[in-house]
């Protein structure tokens, strides 16, 4: 009987082999509705406040290690027109260029763009979010 609960129990205990378990996805929302109100992980922000709010976010989670997102997404909730969403995308892009150039000035010391091939092809591949077009 002993033995038997001891199969139970260890057959029950999942695998703790972090090779196995793949790697969550981690998405920074955005949401507009239809009166223009823009919304990002549970914090309302202006228009003219975007950029920086992403730029802040990308930075923060790039510090902290092993929690980059992997991509940003925008959602319209309700009707919303092209002159309410054009412009929060053409933010969204600033604040992937603003974190894009903290992040490499901060580890490279340098712009992106003033980095050798290598280290560009490196950070698109780590780092693809930074570079995402499709939201």
């Given amino acids: 009987m002993k033995i038997l609960l001891t199969a139970l129990l260890l057959l029950s ?3 703790l082999n972090a090779s196995v378990v793949p790697a969550s996805e981690r998405i920074l929302e955005v949401v507009v509705d239809s009166e223009g109100l823009i919304t990002a992980a549970g914090d ?3 228009l003219d406040k975007l950029a920086h709010y992403i730029q802040q976010r990308l930075f923060k989670a790039w510090l902290s290690n092993g929690k980059m997102y992997t991509q940003i997404r925008f959602t ?7 002159t309410v969403s054009d412009p929060v995308l053409k933010e969204i892009k600033s604040g992937q260029e603003q974190g894009l150039t903290a ?3 901060e580890k490279y010391r340098t712009r992106f763009e003033n980095l050798d091939p290598g280290k560009q092809a490196s950070i698109k591949k780590k780092l693809p979010v930074l570079f995402q077009t499709e939201y």
């Fill in 103 to 105: 992040i490499c000035l």
């Fill in 76 to 82: 319209k909730k309700g009707e919303v027109s092209e």
């Fill in 13 to 15: 205990i999942p695998k």
């Fill in 44 to 46: 309302t922000i202006t």
